[in-house]
């Protein structure tokens, strides 16, 4: 059986497909974001507390490199195998080179569930795996034109950064390894408790969006889709070997294994919108929320756990 969390998502898919009337209205929706991601970087930052050490850098560079590496090896697999226009092409590269907060937050609650040890550095893969992607995918397209446009790195650093989910994710990492799990007990055990049940309600609003793009899916997007299902069990392997390389402990392991697998489908998504108006966002979108993120929630973690088991 999937972990409960994970069936909050398929009862959203269900009702979404069903054409229920269940909704969660869009504030509701925005404060289960603000709280997953404040909740994420404070349980990252209190688990650091004290516990910093001269591996952590290389830790960060080993995921860096993932972050630069894997859009890179996705650019000209999408257009050979998958057909995929430039566009196209760089816009799939980006949103699977970059990671799904989702998907994160699942994976964690999959570890805490099967309680699996996981070092408090998890929630820094998050963050370093963001932007790479995107600057790697952006500076690709920049090449690829005939002429030099309007876009410029310092725009897209300054709107990844001051993004509200980055912002909420490495304050909480700050704040909660300054204070710890008893001088912030105070603010983080509301946090921290309730964590699942916000998880759980924020899944159900994934489910029901799902649908929406699941409604859409036409017989002509076969490659794509194959693609979708097929590159998340490819893409898991960089994280799988880069554990191994790193000697990460069991649910760091799945955690980093489960963010190289997964695509990203809120950040991404505003970044190539505004700087590749060629792409199709919906196709990248079918993808990512349609496709891959179903899989990695309901089928992709526990897959990843017993690979990182065969493997260790």
Known sequence: MPDIVAMFFVLGVISGLLKSDLNLPKAAYDTLSLLLMLTIGLKGGMALHGN????????VGVVLALGFMIPLLLIPLLRILVGLGSANAISLAAHYGSVSAGTFAVALAYTMTHQLETGGQVTLYLVLLELPALLVALTVYQMTRSQKGDFQIKS??????TNRSVVLLVGGVII???YGYDEGAQVTQLLTGS???????????????????????RWHYWRVITFALVAPVLLSFFGIFASSLLALPEGSAVILAALTASASYIAAPVAIRNAIPEADIGLAMLASLGVTF?????????????LIQWVG
Request: hydrophobic share 60%; proline share 4%.
């Open 195 to 217: 964590f699942a049940v916000v998880l759980a309600l924020f899944l159900l609003e994934m489910g029901l969006v799902a649908s929406e793009t699941l409604r859409k899916v």
């Open 156 to 161: 897209l650093l300054h709107e990844t950064f």
């Open 294 to 306: 179903p899989f990695n929630v309901l089928v992709g973690i526990p897959l990843y756990h017993q």
């Open 176 to 178: 909660g390894a300054l």
């Open 52 to 59: 910093f050490s001269s591996g952590l850098m290389l830790e």
